[in-house]
RNA sequence: GCGAGAGUGGCGGAAUUGGCAGACGCGCGGGGCUUAGGACCCCGUGGUUGAAUAAACCGUGGGGGUUCGAGUCCCCCCUCUCGCACCA
């Protein structure tokens, strides 16, 4: 009777493995202390939907290096979780009247179902969501201790403010033609009184704990570095003329202070009013900063934007030489950096120079660079490199470099000034006017002002209940029953904030959270984190590389200083990944380029999915879908099935081992255990692409020696197949399992140990002698594996074609390349 | 402008320490099997010249250098991608 071969069905295998993982939680994760932890993590997503490709590349990664360290022997956390709260609910309920907390758990609902029909191991009994109760309690205890710390405060600071929507933005919400996102109305800048954590307080630990963080990409860390933006210069006081107060700058060229022609103040610096007002200039200021509101901050802080600004009627004294310069405000001055007022000199900082040119100020060089002399009236451009100091009063004639340190020294003992170091990283606004996110757990009473909730009283439930108020604006301010509260010390009357917390504060400890998802007592429990934590792979896209990864290494260090955990770094290695292109362009529903998940899976099946993506390329390069490609990966799996019951399973009761040492079964052992060593080193170096190809490598290896004619081994044959499906395994879960169960494993393909290799069979068995003549390939000899030089240099100068390119020539040289190459030099 | 990274066949991409450039896959060509094949199995596939699976030459963005030997190291230039962008 001929048996019908049975085809690869990746539905049936599919469904069937699924509803088993579903069942049993296999990759449920459990202290144990005897056990060495791997704690690997993927950014959790915002459930927009259903998965998309950026999803599955990311999690596909998390899942090959989970399954790895699950097969080495590793006691593996590997969780899952939803970052729920957050503006597109709302923006949902705006426009298809759906309430957010429902369009948040239905999408919920379909990420979930493609997660586990994508097959990843993760413990789903850790899975959280930040916005339950159970777990914004704690991150609103997290708001309650920054406070008890000082370092959340409330302060007036300028925002980026929609008129439209009615509230604050975070800088990554207005899009780079400084719009809303949401709206596209123009972005203003607004004061606002806000809640912020002081995280300026932790820039030099930022900067400084940088050194710990070895696996992470040096991009990451260059772009935090720069985000936090420190710089080193001097802080310096101009005495006003009228009053005689003291006015503090900061600059990072001490060594041009006796260049100093005019001073200026940012627009919204609060002295601007009153010099405006003393000298009668409020009517030009006004309408110089009723221009600049027309404009939001991305126009006003463009380079091509001609530099403007308005004289206020009044002087500074010049610390070091009692020179008298007037002031003025500029638009280009920024309020948020240093003090918001600075020393111009046009002579040497670009800026300055283009702003004296348009309002006919005077140029005074004080750094000649050497090789020319500096003329102002024929200056194009400032000089803002080292020189000579020049016209410097006791400095000149000092190199700049090392004349910083002596004008700060000098400042210093006059006490007109000191060393100052200054950072570009502000505070983080955490306030948002909006409904869909954790409220701010803080009561304002009259009588006792600003009021914490007690930890005993958190949560502070965001009611379900409400429907956006008119405009999309949040309902909080408008809903009496959550305003309305007790003050918790006076008893009195008292209201709530109506302000809930940046999505960015629920993300900077949920990997914290996964320790212990479900204690009541703790925002994680400290036995479970001090096992688990900190995370020793973290995988993600680099969008996050700042904001993301540089609040939560904050958050750390607090806890760390709050004395609940003894790290100061969450994530040990971290792991970006690239983006999924299609058509060389970035997948958006506009452009009609999507590729989804969900098809593929049903078309060609998860595994395929997983393999494909993974050999596209390496983890962290972009890569541009391709249907040939991924019909290839599919293709190579059918050709596995295939190998395993047609080619391998019939032999496994024909021939004998007896010669199983020599000939094709040595190089089929060989090959088994060279794969192992390739596959291994290369999961190991997360170059996924290449351990795929030695797996195919070892795939089309079986084919051949299990050949129509060939005789094989039983024991050989056994061993390339099961050492095929396993190292396949972490690549693709579901055919893989489903093949073990085939040639009668019992126990998971998953849970079976790493292989290991034998160091002898893992070496090729023959080696090809390259042999050059001038470094050129003249011919290619094969030689057994062990052959010493002199053979070498023998068997190379006996080639044919060696002698007829190396014939009525001098042979000045052999180079021999042991197990290689060699190469011999000829005149 | 500043900072970081990258340029390798028709395509995605491989190449420990300088040592066979193009692994593996896609695509393409050929063969087998077949009523048929867009399934499957096998073979071939950087370019030019050539009947050739002979031989030679050329080939890793461009130019120069170091070396017996360079995709890899050094210098100059070009292009692309990403990040930051008036931070005083």
Redesign the pocket.
Known sequence: MIKTPEEYEHRQIESKWRKRWDEENPYEAVVDEGREKRYILAMYPYPSGKAHMGHVACYTLGDVIARYYLSKGYNVLNPMGYDAFGLPAENAAISGGIHPSEWTRNNIGLIREDLKRLGYAYDWSRELSTCEPQYYKWTQWFFLKMFERGLAYKTDAVANWCPSCGTVLANEQVLSDGTCERCETGVQTKWINQWFFKITDYAERLLDDMKLLEGWP??VL??QE??I?K?H?AEVGFELESTKERIG?????PDTLYGVTFFLL?PEHPLVDRLAEENGKTGEVDEFRRILQGTNRFE????E???TGVFLGDYVINPVNGERVPVYTA????????T?A??A?PAH???DF?FARKYDLPIKVVVQPSGETLVPERMTAAYEDAGVMVDSGGFTGMESEPGKEKVCEYLEQEGAGKRAV?Y?IRDWLVSRQRYWGAPIPIIYCDKCGIVPVPEEDLPVILPEDLRLAEGGKSPLPFSESFYGVQCPRCEGEARRETDTMDTFVDSSWYYFRYASPHDDSMPFDLDEARYWLPVDQYIGG??H??LHLMYSRFFTKVLFDMGLIDFTEPFTRLLCQGMITKDGAKMSKSKGNVVSPGEYMDKLGADTLHLYIL????PE????W?D??V???H??L??VW??VLDRCLPRLNEGSDADCGRGAHLEMRSLTHMTIKNVT?DIEQY?F??A??FI??LV?GI??YT?EDAVTSPMVVREAMETAIKILSPFAPYITEELWEKIGRKESVHKEPWPEYDENLAKPLE??V?V?V?????D?IAAPAGVHEEEMKALALGSE?VR??TADKEIK?V?V?PG??V?I?VQ
């Not at 700058?249 to 060229?253: S, V």
């Not at 006003?300 to 380079?303: D, E, H, I, P, V």
């Not at 001055?333 to 240093?338: D, M, P, S």
């Not at 390069?621 to 541009?624: G, T």
Request: proline share 1%.
């Open positions: 040096e991009r260059t772009m720069n985000w933006g710089s210069g700058i900061y600059t990072t060229r940012a006003r802080t463009s380079l934007v001609e530099k638009n280009f001055v920024l309020y948020e950096y240093g918001g600075v020393m000199v900082d670009q800026r283009e200054n570009k680099i969008e590389a700042i050999f596209m390329g390496p390069i972009s890569k541009d391709n040939r490609g019909e290839g990966a293709r190579f059918g050709r295939r190998m080193r170059a692409n290449t795929v190809s195919m490598e089309n084919y051949e050949g080696i090809t390259v050059q001038n470094g050129k390939v003249r290619k074609s007829k390119h040289k180079i390349v290689k190459l190469n030099v």
